[in-house]
């Protein structure tokens, strides 16, 4: 079993639409990381986060260290917002190593 | 803004070429790292540098090696390359205030 599992896999959904990613680890952290890759291209982190909630835009990230679940909401949902969006954790002890979950891959139809 | 460079975005060598790629990152990050990605499997680590002409092995080390010569260069180099490291590389580098990573544009690697 992963240490970072990802759900869904893979998500499509029309423009404007409300949209939420989830993460669950099996392991202690010291922070959670969204990344976004577009087709082709390299990796955009978004968030890093060790507690609460943070937001940027119209993209939130929450984390619930009790539960060890995260997610990454995007409110009104965009065609540039097309991507695989990877959850990633430093799991304790670890202040460099970052072990990955597979990705969700979104898709947003105009 | 940090910026992670990469030697090239697409290479394709032959079974048995060495062959080396170059990460440089210009935010006097004392970490760096590479990982291969692939399709099912995600991002895995190979090798992690946190100075100059340090090392460590990250879960993958096998077939490669590393060389971190200057503190913003860190290159990957595959001594024998094989068709099963076809794969996208991914070069990073990090601070020690802050865990963020950077990525570089990756390096996507075919060998025939």
């Known amino acids: 079993k992963n240490e970072v599992e990802q759900s869904p896999q893979n998500l499509t959904a029309q423009e404007g639409e409300f949209i939420t990613i989830n993460c669950s680890y099996s392991?202690?952290?010291?922070?959670l990381h969204w990344l976004q890759q577009h087709p082709g291209g390299g990796i955009v982190s978004l968030f890093m986060?060790?507690?609460g909630k943070k937001k940027h835009g119209r993209l939130i990230a929450t984390i619930n260290i009790q539960e060890k679940h995260s997610s990454l909401h995007i409110t009104a949902s965009h065609p540039r917002d097309s991507a695989v969006y990877i959850c990633?954790?430093?799991?304790?002890?670890?202040?460099?190593?970052?072990?990955f979950g597979k990705g969700t891959l979104l898709t947003v139809n105009p | 803004d940090v910026k992670v460079t990469q030697s090239s975005r697409y290479l394709v060598k032959r079974t048995g070429e060495k062959v080396f790629l170059e990460c440089v990152q210009d935010m006097d990050h004392e970490n760096m790292f590479w990982y291969r990605q692939d399709p099912g499997l995600g991002l895995r680590l190979i090798y992690f540098?946190?100075?100059?002409?340090?090392?460590e092995k990250g879960d993958i080390p096998e077939g490669y090696s590393v060389s971190r010569e200057k503190k913003e260069r860190f290159s990957l180099i595959l001594e024998s390359a094989s068709t099963n490291q076809t794969s996208m590389y991914l070069c990073a580098s990090r601070g020690t205030v802050l865990y963020e990573q950077y990525f570089g544009p990756g390096t996507r690697l075919t060998v025939t």
């Open positions: 990633a954790v430093n799991s304790g002890g670890s202040n460099y190593k970052l072990t």
């Open positions: 540098s946190y100075d100059v002409k340090m090392k």
């Open positions: 392991v202690g952290i010291s922070a």
């Open positions: 986060l060790s507690s």
